[in-house]
């Protein structure tokens, strides 16, 4: 495979009439950046919540530097939109979309079976909901833990079959900062008891690395050769703040949200680095977390970043996964 060689700048394949050129955007780090990423043609990319935010300029990039890319999207009108969108931004993309309701167990294993008998090279779990009103998903899971976790717990272990007949499999897991304000609350997870809602964020992003680290040793134990790497945006100017208010009927409250990330962190595209950069640099080790880490992790180009010391608990990390076993019914077959 061959390298990228553009240096600072996106590969932009020509337009034509019916295809104008994309701005080409700069997206540096000072060790490394997309033009370091190599060719990605013959392999296939599944990204979660790829209609928006960093999801979607993760699959556009997958997709212009020649992987297979599908769009794992809730709503299939914005997916459809998506999906339009990334194909004027880059013509000769290979896209597909794959309707996923993470939120719902059977939509997963709906999802999980379309991808049958076909290889995965790189799973990113990325889609998310943040500090929502206490709801729960169609499985009767608290929404947040239900979504960010649980749901790509089940899709991952479907999928695992998939990943595990490519030659360099890889998941990318994405978190957050802030689950270094996380606790993993195993007596209520889903907070029937005591709800708050950055709490229960806050949990499901401390899950996410928990997980990420486990499915590694899990990896290595089997002597399977899949890499699993997780990484955090900072803040980003995306929707994702504005998800919670939009349910409280406070709009205007999630549009002022969503602006101040932009201005306090960093755009959607340079969000987006950690995780590519997780999915592509071939010298990010298994069990890395990837991620800004000027500003107080909130901007800035990514790198390998700390996290904090309940992220890195092994014992916790094993009762989490034999929660998520036992409350998806979904169970890892590594032969």
């Given amino acids: 495979m061959g390298k990228v060689t553009r240096p600072g700048s996106l590969r932009v394949p020509s337009g034509g009439a019916d295809h104008p050129r994309p701005e080409v955007r700069t997206l540096r780090s000072p060790s490394w950046q997309l033009s370091d990423a190599f060719d990605q043609s013959g392999r296939t990319a599944v990204v979660t919540g790829a209609n928006s935010g960093i999801g979607f300029v993760a699959a556009r990039e997958l997709a212009r530097l020649g992987a297979r890319t599908v769009l794992a999207c809730r709503d299939h009108g914005r997916g459809e939109r998506a999906l339009q969108r990334l194909r004027s931004e880059v013509p000769r993309a290979r896209v597909e979309l794959l309707r996923l309701d993470l939120a719902d ?33 169609a499985d009767g899971f608290e929404m947040q833990f239900g979504t960010n976790h649980l749901g790509h717990f089940a899709l991952t272990g479907l999928v695992l079959p998939s990943l595990l007949t490519a030659p360099d499999p890889r998941v990318v897991t994405v978190s957050s900062g802030l689950h270094q304000f996380g606790r993993m609350n195993f007596g209520d997870p889903h907070g029937r008891r005591r709800y708050g809602r950055w709490t229960s964020y806050s949990q499901s992003k401390l899950a996410n ?5 486990e499915l590694q040793r899990a990896a290595n134990r089997s002597g ?13 100017g995306t929707n994702l703040a504005a998800v919670g208010p939009a349910l409280q009927g406070r709009e205007r409250l999630g ?53 904090a010391s309940a992220a890195r608990d092994r014992q916790a990390a094993k009762r989490l996964w034999e929660l998520s076993e036992e409350q998806t019914g979904v169970t890892y077959a590594w032969e």
Avoid: K
């Avoid at 909901?129 to 729960?136: D, G, K």
């Fill in 105 to 137: 167990l059977a939509s997963v294993r709906e999802a999980a079976e379309s991808l049958r008998g076909e290889r995965v090279d790189l799973l990113v779990n990325n889609a998310g909901v943040m500090a929502l009103p206490y709801r729960t998903t």
């Fill in 255 to 307: 549009a002022f949200l969503s602006r101040a990330a932009g201005t306090l962190g960093q755009s959607e595209e340079m969000g987006a680095l950690a995780t590519l950069r997780a999915a592509l640099d071939p010298r990010i080790p298994g069990d890395s977390y990837i991620g800004p880490t000027g500003l107080f992790g909130l901007r800035g180009a990514p790198r390998r970043c700390p996290r």
């Fill in 224 to 236: 399977a050769s899949l890499r699993s790497v997780a990484a955090h945006p900072g803040m980003a």
């Fill in 209 to 213: 690395l928990l997980f990420s680290g």
